[in-house]
């Protein structure tokens, strides 16, 4: 009996290995701020090569949207639920109300509890900006091993406070620490995740692991290596329109927007390029060497990773999903809420290492073509992002797909590549239900989901996607807009007033899911918090 014993042993185990090899190991990769067309992919003329053969060997989604801004996307993201769902309604702690306490909250499961309890190894490297208290960290909340940032911006060459009495935090594991002297954040997050991903290679290789690897870049300040931003310098003196319609070019060329696509008019706070004076001039040419720099350094680490796993024997056996937390940020550092140091450093050269500043509406305009808008609005130019996978034993080669999708779609997609059972009950808590659809049919089978319903809400602006129809509101305006964005897909033809019907429509399905989730109307919801 014995003998027989052991060879049934042998092949149950042999079984329960071969499983496990068949499921991947997952790469989640989040750019922070990144626009739309800020890829060479999706348009740009930054170096992204590593991105650009994914999209082009993989998968590219030209209509997926995010939460249109950091704390409410990473909550969305890590959850598959709708931000509100989560307790990250908006970017403040301590509100009065269960949708917006600031942290993901215990009726929620993130993606490492989910497949953790599947057997994978979870990793975490980078910004996580859902939860400043020490007990909603990352490793509260399912990964094993994390090093990064837990606030949500900072210095990209040393730990930085920027707000008047603000304690900045770079973590390992549990524990703040001071980052070395020769320390670049974007390089950093990427050491540690194959530092943690070669310890689970060398303790569990039978089972597979999850990365979870969240850039700070391209999120302000501007900071980039030297020999990173002398490949960019002098290549934006032709201004922030020409750039713009170069871009535009490319996407029409590229095939990834609809060929009825105009391009958005430019925002009326933008003056005109030939406006400027010459020391203006190579100023915004000077920021924006530095972004592209950012962006390329990102991509440039995204190879780094590649190249490690491949190194590895890990890298068939792996597949990666490559998005933005939200569109190209128009935000400047030169109001009230950042200290004396940091205004003044904002009046440095942003290719200064001790320069603390970012590229402001001319730069998003152009990060965000062909949209309107930027982050925090509903808009296309706050909401859309680029979206790759790839992962050639997993998934087709060389697929573009303009079906709308969502990062609520993130979680059941892993949990199906995962074979993970998304809990009812987790930690003694109830859990939601996910919101999202699984994408591997829409990819693998070439199903599509018949006008499903997405909705947006952030600080009062609001939207709704709903087959070729999106509706869109801005605060304090407070007054709806009806696109057809498979025709339109900059937003610049309103139709609300001539499809009456499927406007009122809209409105109801956005009205009934903000009661859902727990909205509150952001007039009530402005109020200082307690």
């Known amino acids: 009996m014995k003998p027989i014993f052991t060879l049934c042993l042998f092949f149950l185990l042999t079984r329960l290995t071969l499983h496990a090899q068949q499921r991947p190991n997952i790469v989640l990769i989040l750019a922070d701020d990144m626009g739309y067309s800020d890829l060479g992919c999706f348009g740009s003329e930054i170096q992204t090569p590593n991105l650009d053969r994914m999209a082009k060997e993989g998968i590219k989604m030209t209509n997926f949207y995010n939460a249109s801004r950091c704390c409410p996307s990473r909550a969305s993201l890590l959850t598959g639920l709708y931000p509100h769902q989560a307790g990250v309604g908006d970017m403040m702690n301590k509100r009065p109300f269960p949708a917006y306490q600031g942290f993901l909250n215990r009726t929620s499961v993130t993606l490492a509890e989910l497949l953790k309890g599947a057997g994978y190894g979870t990793y975490m490297a980078g910004k996580w900006h859902v939860g400043q208290e020490k007990e909603n960290w990352p490793l509260q909340r399912g990964f094993q091993r994390y090093y990064g940032l837990i606030d949500g911006a900072n210095s990209y060459f040393e730990n930085r406070p920027y707000r008047p009495n603000q304690k900045l935090t770079i973590a390992l594991d549990n524990e703040a620490i001071v980052p070395p002297a020769d320390y670049?954040?974007?390089?950093?997050?990427?050491?540690?995740?194959?530092?943690?991903?070669?310890?689970?290679?060398?303790?569990?290789?039978?089972?597979?692991?999850?990365?979870?690897?969240?850039?700070?870049?391209?999120?302000?300040?501007?900071?980039?290596?030297?020999?990173?931003?002398?490949?960019?310098?002098?290549?934006?003196?032709?201004?922030?329109?020409?750039?713009?319609?170069?871009?535009?070019?490319?996407?029409?060329?590229?095939?990834?927007?609809?060929?009825?696509?105009?391009?958005?008019?430019?925002?009326?706070?933008?003056?005109?390029?030939?406006?400027?004076?010459?020391?203006?001039?190579?100023?915004?040419?000077?920021?924006?060497?530095?972004?592209?720099?950012?962006?390329?350094?990102?991509?440039?680490?995204?190879?780094?990773?590649?190249?490690?796993?491949?190194?590895?024997?890990?890298?068939?056996?792996?597949?990666?999903?490559?998005?933005?937390?939200?569109?190209?940020?128009?935000?400047?550092?030169?109001?009230?809420?950042?200290?004396?140091?940091?205004?003044?450093?904002?009046?440095?050269?942003?290719?200064?290492?001790?320069?603390?500043?970012?590229?402001?509406?001319?730069?998003?305009?152009?990060?965000?073509?062909?949209?309107?808008?930027?982050?925090?609005?509903?808009?296309?130019?706050?909401?859309?992002?680029?979206?790759?996978?790839?992962?050639?034993?997993?998934?087709?080669?060389?697929?573009?797909?303009?079906?709308?999708?969502?990062?609520?779609?993130?979680?059941?997609t892993l949990a199906q590549w995962s074979g993970a059972n998304y809990p009812k009950n987790y930690a003694g808590n109830t859990i939601k239900p996910m919101e999202g659809m699984s994408l591997l049919p829409i990819w693998t089978e070439g199903q599509r989901s018949a006008n499903r319903e997405i909705c947006f809400e952030h600080e009062g602006n609001k939207g709704v996607r709903k087959g070729k129809w999106k509706l869109v509101s801005s605060y304090p305006e407070n007054k709806w807009y009806l696109y057809d964005v498979e025709k339109d897909r900059s937003e610049t033809i309103d139709l609300s007033a001539t499809f009456p019907k499927i406007y009122h429509e809209m409105v109801q399905i956005y009205e009934n899911w903000a009661k859902r989730v727990g909205v509150i109307p952001y007039e009530q919801l402005a109020q200082k918090p307690s």
């Open 184 to 412: 670049y954040s974007s390089d950093a997050y990427t050491d540690y995740a194959m530092t943690f991903i070669g310890e689970h290679l060398d303790t569990k290789k039978e089972n597979p692991f999850f990365l979870y690897l969240a850039f700070q870049a391209p999120h302000w300040p501007l900071h980039a290596k030297p020999q990173d931003i002398a490949k960019y310098r002098g290549k934006y003196m032709e201004g922030w329109d020409a750039v713009r319609e170069r871009r535009f070019e490319k996407q029409q060329q590229l095939g990834v927007l609809p060929p009825t696509t105009k391009l958005s008019p430019m925002d009326t706070a933008l003056r005109k390029w030939s406006d400027c004076s010459w020391e203006e001039k190579v100023k915004w040419d000077e920021k924006m060497a530095v972004y592209a720099a950012m962006v390329d350094e990102l991509d440039q680490n995204v190879g780094r990773l590649v190249d490690y796993l491949q190194s590895k024997g890990q890298l068939e056996n792996t597949v990666f999903i490559f998005l933005s937390d939200n569109g190209a940020s128009n935000e400047t550092i030169t109001n009230t809420g950042f200290t004396a140091d940091i205004r003044a450093a904002n009046e440095f050269p942003a290719s200064h290492p001790r320069s603390f500043t970012a590229y402001g509406i001319e730069g998003a305009a152009v990060s965000n073509t062909p949209f309107k808008k930027f982050k925090h609005w509903e808009f296309e130019g706050g909401n859309a992002t680029g979206f790759i996978a790839y992962g050639p034993k997993f998934l087709p080669q060389g697929k573009q797909f303009d079906l709308p999708a969502h990062l609520i779609d993130i979680m059941p």
